[in-house]
Structure formats: structure tokens, C-alpha cells
């Protein structure tokens, strides 16, 4: 079967070759998928680059997420799950095979069913940006009723997080970086949108949140946000990050910080507990049957277009998940 394998880091252009390998067969508890889209996110191109240290394997098939259809599966797997459209997740997560190929073999929980009506595409954009999201949004119990900060509105997380916030009963408030970007997140659904290099975006903040500020933050930057956070954060309010590339030890006020009774989550999507993982799955299923949540992506390459793909999101000029296609008959 056709793959896209690297054995060492470097540029994409480089290191990224599409060869024929061996297919991989389902062990117990696995299912054996055909991919139809594997999704391309900026943790997948920092550890192809090298930025995340050096391989952990001889050669890596990369990408963690996408979606497909179930063509087998391994002992003590129900065969009724043949046949099945999948959304894949964390399929590349310390195995050195994802889903940039024809067929890989994963543990059956980490291919979700898709709803009837759920396009393949679709299913692709969601693995890490959904649960993500989800994570930050919920893991400290309900929104409803309160304003949620999300920073990068036009991301992959933050798009996620707004739709998401949104069904959650919450009045949403994002930032972005310019007047695309804002129409995307208007389309989303924020209520509010902040052009963060904006003189005054901390008083459009804490205007549109009205008296209080705002209840919860979905951060993307912890701390090239952090002043920010800081003046428009309700007391007792909680921060979910995600990131903070800009700033990655970032100096930390400790003390006013803890007089606001501040709420601060780390959220790693690859690790986050087995329950929330599960939790986040079903409301994820619950918003795809009814129409209310849709991935967004930017393009869809093909496989023998990888690098280039790959280079599309390094630049980091795209709205949406950037795609891979891989098989067109699933």
C-alpha cells in the first residue's frame, strides 16, 4: 500500500517520501481503517521538522487524526464494525504508524463512529481541535449562562471551541487578527469579535463581557496573553490552555493571580483521561447528528502533494484543518 514516510526530521520537502509498505494487519482490539483524509496539524509538522527532538522511530508514518471506513477488525473487536464511517484520533501518538496511508491498523476506541449524515471531511477536522476544545470548555462543568474568552477564534481549536461554547449556553467573545479571520469566527457563531492588536481590545473585552468580565478563558497563548487574561477575568474565573508557543516559560503572577482565585487547566489532548475523552465523543457525536458543530478546513491535497501540504501549514495563513486525501474508494 501507498504510505508517506520520513526516517529522519528536516524540511518537508526533504524528508517526506510516499513508498509502498506492507499492510498493517489489526491486532486484538484493533480495526483495520481505510483512510480517506488524514488531517495535518501544527504538532504534526513540529515533530516531522525536529522541533519536538529527534525520532522516536526508525521511520514514521505521521498524523494523528482523519477519518475513514473500517475494512476489518482484530480478536475481541465486533465484527458489526465493519462497514463503519470512523473519525480517527491519536492514531501517531507514540506508534510509528498514522494516518498518512492507505490503511492503519489502532485501537478500536480511537475510531469513532461518524453520524449518517456527517460528511468524511468533516470527520477528519475533528480528533485533536474537537477535544480539545471540548476539554476546555467543559472539564470544570457547565457554561451555560456564562462568557467564554476564546483567543484565536480562527484557529482549528478556537472554531471548535466557539461552535462548541455556543451549544454549551455560553455568550462567546473572541479574538482574532484581522477582518477575515473575524467573519470566519462571526460565522462560527461568536457574539463578539476582538481585533487583538487593537489599542483598546482590552476594553472591548470587558464592554462586551459586561460587569464581571469574563468566566472562562480557551487559550491558545498563555503567556504572550497573560496581561491580558489578567485584566479581563472574572474573580474565581478559569483558564483552560493549550498553548503558548510566543512564550513558552512564561513569567508568572503568582500572587494577584491567586487573589482573583484564578482556575488555571494545562489541556493536552493526547493525554487528557479516558472518561473526558469518552464525554467529549458523545457530544461530539450528539452536535455532528443534529448539524450544529462542522469542522472547517482549508484544502485538501493529495498524497503524492504531502510536503507542499505540509508547507501549507507552516505558513500558518490558513483557516481550517488542512487535508490529505488518500483514498478515494472507501
Aim: glycine share 10%; hydrophobic share 45%; proline share 5%.
Amino acid at each position: 500500500m501507498k504510505a508517506a514516510v520520513y526516517q529522519d526530521t528536516g524540511p518537508a520537502k526533504e524528508v517526506l517520501h510516499i513508498v509502498d509498505v506492507p499492510e498493517p494487519t489489526p491486532g486484538p482490539g484493533e480495526v483495520l481503517v481505510r483512510v480517506a483524509f488524514s488531517a495535518i496539524h501544527p504538532s504534526d509538522v513540529k515533530i516531522r521538522s525536529g522541533a519536538r527532538g529527534p525520532l522516536a522511530f526508525s521511520q514514521v508514518v505521521p498524523h494523528s487524526d482523519g477519518a475513514g471506513r473500517i475494512v476489518a477488525v482484530g480478536f475481541g473487536v465486533d465484527e458489526a464494525r465493519i462497514g463503519q464511517r470512523v473519525w480517527l484520533w491519536n492514531a501517531a501518538w507514540k506508534r510509528a504508524h498514522g494516518t498518512a496511508a492507505e490503511l492503519v491498523a489502532l485501537p478500536s476506541e480511537q475510531a469513532v463512529q461518524l453520524p449518517k449524515d456527517c460528511d468524511i471531511e468533516n470527520g477528519a477536522t475533528l480528533g485533536i481541535p474537537a477535544v480539545t476544545a471540548h476539554r476546555c470548555l467543559f472539564s470544570d462543568g457547565p457554561i451555560a449562562g456564562q462568557t467564554v474568552l476564546v483567543t484565536g477564534g480562527a484557529g482549528t481549536v478556537g472554531s471548535m471551541a466557539i461552535q462548541m461554547a455556543k451549544r454549551g449556553g455560553a455568550q462567546v467573545i473572541t479574538t482574532v487578527s484581522g477582518e477575515e479571520k473575524a467573519r470566519h469566527a462571526r460565522e462560527m457563531g461568536a457574539d463578539h469579535v476582538v481585533n487583538y492588536r487593537d489599542k483598546d481590545a482590552i476594553d472591548q473585552i470587558l464592554s462586551a463581557a459586561g460587569r464581571g468580565g469574563v468566566h472562562r478563558v480557551v487559550e491558545v497563548e498563555f503567556g504572550g496573553n497573560l496581561s491580558v487574561t489578567q485584566a479581563v477575568l472574572a474573580e474565581g474565573g478559569t483558564v483552560a490552555t493549550y498553548g503558548s508557543m510566543a512564550s513558552p516559560e512564561p513569567s508568572f503572577p503568582f500572587y494577584p493571580l491567586m487573589f482573583m482565585n484564578l482556575n488555571l487547566r494545562m489541556v493536552f489532548a493526547y493525554t487528557i483521561p479516558e472518561a473526558a475523552h469518552r464525554a467529549a465523543e458523545a457530544d461530539i457525536a450528539k452536535w455532528l447528528a443534529e448539524g450544529s458543530l462542522r469542522g472547517v478546513f482549508s484544502e485538501a491535497f493529495e498524497l503524492v502533494d504531502i510536503s507542499s501540504a505540509h508547507e501549507s501549514v507552516e505558513a500558518g495563513e490558513r483557516i481550517g484543518v488542512t487535508l490529505l486525501r488518500v483514498s478515494e474508494d472507501i
